[in-house]
T-cell receptor, first 120, second 114 residues
């Protein structure tokens, strides 16, 4: 059973369209993330959710809207797609707390296989 | 804010030789340090981490890393490289307070030749 699964794996679309990527984890983790990997393989965090609450929003354009219906799911919706949105998007999860001083920062992330988005 | 530098875009090594992939970090307070590996068309996989204690950390597939506080480094090493070790390696740092915000380096491609 896949621990962190993302769909679709590949997505090709036209500029201006709206698309969604879905992510589900069956690890019982309470924290989920979206990372973006650009063409140079640079990996940058976009969002982090803990128990369905937004924790981190890294100056991502408003066109990107994450939604977490429950702590096992974190979906990413992108409006008005632009050429620069072409990238591989990775979902990840961890068992991470939110209390300062705990060891949650040492928790390991489990990544999905990625969703390659190509905007034409 | 924390940051990670991986100074080498690519490391080439012959099979059977030792390998080192370099990483230096910057973070306020004590760091949590990680190495992840990415094989083609796959997500990142955890290799090893340093939280506290022994500076030499052993991980998966025979990899190890040495935490050096004075040099703010966390280099990844393996005594004898395998062709199957060829992949993209990411160093990452987190801080020990506040919400988890794992910051990755730019990655180093390791090519092991037969």
């Amino acid at each position: 059973d896949t621990a962190v699964s993302q769909t679709p794996k590949y997505l090709v679309t036209q500029m201006g369209n709206d698309k969604s990527i879905k992510c589900e984890q069956n690890l019982g983790h309470d924290t989920m993330y979206w990372y973006k990997q650009d063409s140079k393989k640079f990996l940058k965090i976009m969002f982090s959710y803990n128990n369905k609450e937004l924790i981190i929003n890294e100056t991502v354009p408003n066109r990107f809207s994450p939604k977490s219906p429950d702590k096992a799911h974190l979906n990413l919706h992108i409006n008005s797609l632009e050429l620069g949105d072409s990238a591989v998007y990775f979902c990840a999860s961890s068992q991470g707390g939110v209390l300062a001083g705990d060891l949650s920062g040492a928790n390991v992330l489990t990544f999905g296989a990625g969703s390659r988005l190509t905007v034409l | 804010a924390q940051s990670v530098a991986q100074p080498e875009d690519q490391v080439n090594v012959a099979e059977g030789n030792p390998l080192t992939v370099k990483c230096t970090y910057s973070v306020s307070g004590n760091p949590y340090l990680f190495w992840y590996v990415q094989y083609p068309n796959r997500g990142l996989q955890f290799l090893l981490k340093y939280i506290t204690g022994d500076n030499l950390v052993k991980g998966s597939y025979g990899f190890e890393a040495e935490f050096n506080k004075s040099q703010t480094s966390f280099h990844l090493k393996k005594p004898s490289a395998l062709v199957s070790d060829s992949a993209l390696y990411f160093c990452a740092v987190n801080r020990n307070t506040g919400f988890q915000k794992l910051v990755f380096g730019t990655g180093t491609r390791l090519l092991v030749s037969p």
